[in-house]
């Protein structure tokens, strides 16, 4: 099955600083990436996805890369603000027969310090 | 719209004792999921409807079991609890297979 591995486990940048979070995935089939946000003691809420014939996309002050021959995907925040700061959770969705099953990393605590 | 929403939202049980955790989604979609969220592991499948009438096992299934009971609900059922079970529990929908999954608040389960 599919295999997403996050890094880094966790970050802690200053206010206005930029933020990167990697993960890679194991099945070539994959093809949808989001990119989730949970605060503490919160659901997680979807903040960004890509699609495996995108290369990137953005808004507003995040984005996100993917590089389907390396499979590997990024999400970068800009101009980080202490209300960026939560949990964040790469997924993949596994290809063929497991079509819209998705597989998580192990999620990044980011903490943006004023 | 409530969106997704899960009772209750919390519940302590003994160990080899029974209990359903209940999803419903007011959104029209399709799909459905339940996932189980502990520290330091993300959150994994335990269970899959990609639509009424069908479901399917995820990575981490032993120990429950699933029944769509129509497009609106999912429910999970914990046959004989064991502390391993321990965890916060999501419930989470989306359109059709491969889009954007709506989270509901989570049900965070304590077996003693």
């Known amino acids: 099955g599919e295999n997403v591995e996050q890094h880094p486990s966790t970050l802690s940048v200053q206010e206005g600083d930029s933020a990167v979070i990697k993960c890679t995935y194991s099945?070539?089939?994959?093809?949808?990436f989001p990119w989730y946000k949970q605060e503490l003691g919160k659901r997680p809420q979807l903040i960004i996805d890509?699609?495996?014939?995108?290369g990137e996309k953005k808004d507003q002050r995040i984005a996100v890369t993917l590089n389907k021959t390396a499979k590997h995907f990024s999400l970068h925040i800009t101009e980080t603000q202490p209300e960026d700061s939560a949990v964040y959770f790469c997924?993949?969705?596994?290809?063929?027969?497991?079509?819209?099953?998705?597989?998580f990393g192990q999620g990044t605590i980011l903490t943006v310090h004023p | 719209n409530a969106g997704v929403t899960q009772t209750p939202k919390f519940q302590v049980l003994k160990t080899g004792q029974s209990m359903t955790l209940q999803c419903a989604q007011d959104?029209?979609?399709?799909?459905m999921y339940w996932y189980r969220q502990d520290p330091g592991m993300g959150l994994r499948l335990i269970y899959y409807?990609?639509?009424?009438?069908?479901?399917d096992k995820g990575e981490v299934p032993n120990g429950y079991n699933v029944s769509r009971l129509n497009k609106r609900e999912f429910s999970l059922r914990l046959e004989s609890a064991a502390p391993s079970q321990t965890s916060v529990y999501f419930c989470?929908?989306?359109?059709?297979?491969?889009?954007?999954?709506?989270f509901g608040p989570g049900t965070r389960l304590t077996v003693t």
């Open positions: 997924a993949a969705s596994q290809g063929g027969t497991s079509y819209g099953k998705l597989t």
């Open positions: 099945d070539s089939a994959s093809n949808y």
């Open positions: 890509i699609r495996s014939n995108v």
């Open positions: 959104m029209n979609h399709n799909s």
């Open positions: 409807s990609a639509s009424e009438g069908t479901t």
């Open positions: 989470a929908s989306s359109p059709t297979e491969g889009r954007e999954q709506y």
